[in-house]
């Protein structure tokens, strides 16, 4: 099977979360993904949470599957030289060290382009020109800035960040479709150009719908919000809305049975408007179809705390599992809420590849996730994560012609 991006070779120079996320999923198409990291040290990640002594760290493993790892020290010369044919080699530089590193390193845009013109460089940051363009940024203070924890919890509540990595991560997808852009847009123009992805803006990307309740707020409460049935006015800033439902058609989280030892026991149910006859029907309620107060979408919204009691009065008498078995039938969107064990142990999602069990020469069997996206032409298989340097005589000789005695005094000098 041929891959949607076999032709494609990628200067890998990215680390932590953000980057590397970007570079995998472009490895997953089928680019050759060449990392970069620093002789004896390598990506931080290697050696961040350790759960195995003496091996990569899950942390590492899951986000530089089917690279391929080099080891170059880019302030010696010997370095710079290598780092030199390595960009008028590949057709894409992704790096997201914190603002100016590349510069101090010699290798700025102006640099890049006089080497190769068709050169893609693209880059994370976590803000964009501004006045906090030079900042350092982790996954939390993107998802603080871009305005992701501040909608996010109740509203009695701290502001919260969430467990997906909406700022590494979801950046490092925005990232990758900023270079397949660029890609294709070089096609035409056989140009190369830069492409940025701050993770404040992917996380305001994100967060559009809170952008949109901002606006609509000037027009009056936000009906669907539990406060506005529950009497709370609202400020001047979209609240937390704790699990309401984003969208037009509201929702809750509610208990299923055993929710008082099980802490993932819950259901997440929405009210759609076009099977509230049957939502009646199920939790006992006929009389709500013609009843005044609850026959139409705008008569609920001020009692969706007491419709969402009687719903959650009959989900807590069935498991998550069943409550999805009942209202699956009858169109009625719902779903359990899933534990990273259950997940896991899930085996559509091993049969779909989304999870994959991976060998790695230090740790042995591991659990990953595969890509979330399917290509008819272009079937992924995951490929374990490359130790420190296992590529660095491979891609000095075949992708950059180094001869043995050059890699060799390339080795002496510690460039790589
Ligand atoms: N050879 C030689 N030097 C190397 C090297 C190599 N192969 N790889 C990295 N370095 C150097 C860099 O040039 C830099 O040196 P300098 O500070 O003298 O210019 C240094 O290592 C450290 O890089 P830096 O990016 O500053 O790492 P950090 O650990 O201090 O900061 C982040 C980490 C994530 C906070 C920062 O990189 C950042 O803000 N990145 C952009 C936003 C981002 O992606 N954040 C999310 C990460 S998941």
Redesign the pocket.
């Known amino acids: 099977m041929s891959k949607a991006l076999d032709h494609i070779k990628i200067l890998d120079f990215t680390?932590?979360?953000?980057?590397p996320t970007c570079t995998q999923l472009l490895a997953w198409m089928g680019a050759d993904v060449i990392k970069?990291?620093?002789p004896g040290v390598g990506d931080?990640t290697r050696k961040q949470l350790v759960d195995m002594e003496g091996a990569d760290s899950l942390y590492f493993t899951m986000l530089n599957h089917n690279k391929r790892s080099l080891t170059?020290?880019?302030?010696t010369e010997g370095?710079k030289e290598v780092l030199e044919r390595l960009v008028k080699t590949c057709d894409v530089l992704v790096e997201?060290?914190?603002p100016?590193?590349l510069d101090?390193?010699g290798f700025s845009w102006e640099r890049i382009q006089e080497l190769n013109p068709r050169m893609i460089m693209a880059s994370?940051?976590?803000f964009g020109p501004g006045p906090y363009e030079d900042c350092?940024?982790?996954?939390n203070v993107a998802q603080c800035a871009g305005g992701a924890a501040s909608t996010t919890g109740f509203r009695d509540g701290l502001p919260l960040v969430t467990g997906a990595q909406i700022g590494?991560s979801g950046t490092g997808l925005h990232l990758a479709f900023g270079i397949c852009s660029a890609l294709i847009h070089r096609e035409k123009t056989g140009r190369g150009q830069r492409v940025l992805a701050p993770?404040q803006d992917g996380v305001l990307n994100l967060c559009r719908v809170k952008l949109r309740d901002q606006q609509r707020l000037k027009a009056g409460p936000l009906k669907e919000y539990s406060q506005y049935g529950e009497g709370v006015a609202f400020g001047e800033a979209t609240p937390r809305a704790g699990n309401d439902s984003g969208g037009g058609q509201p929702g809750r989280i509610l208990k299923c049975k055993g929710w008082e030892t099980d802490p993932d026991a819950y259901t997440y149910f929405i009210t759609q408007a076009a099977v509230w006859e049957k939502i009646c029907d199920v939790i006992g309620k006929p009389e709500w179809k013609e009843h005044p107060d609850y026959a139409t979408p705008p008569l609920r919204l001020p009692h969706l705390n007491e419709i969402f009691g009687a719903i959650e009065d009959w989900t807590m008498t069935k498991t998550k599992y069943e409550v999805m078995e009942i209202c699956n039938p009858l169109d009625i969107p719902v779903g359990p809420i899933l534990s990273m064990k259950e997940l896991a142990e899930e085996p559509s999602l091993r049969a779909t590849g989304t999870i994959v069990e991976c060998e790695h020469p230090e740790r042995g069997p591991y659990l990953s996730v595969g890509c979330p996206v399917k290509l008819s032409d272009n079937e992924v298989v995951v490929e374990r994560s490359p130790l420190l340097g296992e590529h660095s005589e491979e891609i000095l000789g075949e992708v950059l012609g180094y001869d043995a005695e050059e890699i060799a005094s390339l080795k002496e000098s510690g460039a790589v």
Do not use: I
């Open positions: 680390h932590v979360q953000s980057g970069v990291e620093r931080a170059l020290n880019s302030k370095g997201n060290f914190a100016g590193a101090r390193m994370v940051k976590g350092k940024v982790y996954e590494d993770m």
